[in-house]
């Protein structure tokens, strides 16, 4: 949404930002800062209010009050890494893999999905694409907001008691395929209406509908997806200790998918 929105600025709000050359250079930076400055907000509330919950206990000789000599030090923490080599070994069940497998090809087919979305609904209509603004792209995407919360907060916790996590999963599944192989024929759908050249209004509207139900099928899908598979990897851990090994596995699998 804020990519959208906020892209171009000068063109967008002229009113505010006619004499910033800057963002005539380059029209893409101001969305860049206002998320930039999000994360950055992040990182600062976290340095200064959020506490570590896992306190590593100094190393004391066990004969005295004094701090053990550089060269055990060492071996300690040698002998703490074969540990947790060990550990995480055990950690990585059958369960464990496959749910996390599981969340990791559900990150990279919805990332496929929002990567090709923009660039194909702003392609020009005779390359095959809808010809949409950074403005109509931005205001599509921010829609599904709605979508978003309609299935966290209501389909969800709806439909999960009736089918269960896996249930819910493969559902997420199938839907998002539909959803998936039905994109591209939103542009025949715009050739089939357009009378001449360009949209006439009305047109335009009548594409923005269909792709607007499109993404909101795929934004109900994605939900219904992500909260099973996380919850399914919480679910694989073998013990409490090991919630946070999971997890942490589970995030660099999904960063790397993306």
């Given amino acids: 949404m804020l990519g959208g929105l906020l892209s171009d600025p000068i063109k967008q709000f002229p009113w505010l930002f006619k004499d910033a050359t800057l963002f005539r250079e380059y029209p893409y930076l101001f969305p860049c800062l206002v998320s930039s400055l999000i994360s950055f907000g992040g990182a600062v509330l976290g340095h200064f209010y959020l506490e570590e919950s896992l306190k590593r206990p100094q190393i004391h000789n066990r004969n005295s009050a004094e701090t053990i000599g550089e060269e055990e030090v060492v071996l300690i923490e040698s002998q703490e890494n074969e540990h947790t080599v060990q550990k995480t070994e055990r950690i990585m069940t059958k369960a464990v893999r496959k749910s996390i497998l599981c ?4 990150c990279l087919i919805t990332i496929i999905y929002e990567e090709t979305y923009a660039l194909f609904v702003a392609e020009p209509l005779s390359a095959g694409g809808l010809q949409f603004t950074s403005f109509e792209i931005g205001l599509a995407l921010s829609f599904t907001g709605f979508a978003q919360l309609f299935g966290q907060l209501l389909l969800y ?48 509207i009548n594409v923005y509908i269909l792709l607007q139900i499109l993404l909101f099928g795929k934004t109900i899908a994605s939900v219904l997806g992500y909260i099973p598979v996380m919850i399914m990897v919480n679910d694989s851990a073998p013990n409490e200790q090991s919630l946070g090994t999971v997890h942490g596995i589970g995030q660099i699998a999904a960063a790397v998918a993306r």
């Fill in 103 to 106: 969340y990791a090809t559900w």
């Fill in 157 to 204: 916790p709806y439909l999960e008691p009736k089918m269960s996590k896996e249930g819910m999963f493969r559902l997420a599944s199938l839907l998002i395929c539909f959803f998936a192989i039905a994109l591209p024929f939103c542009s025949n759908f715009a050739r089939y209406i357009i009378t001449g050249e360009y949209y006439t209004e009305i047109q335009k």
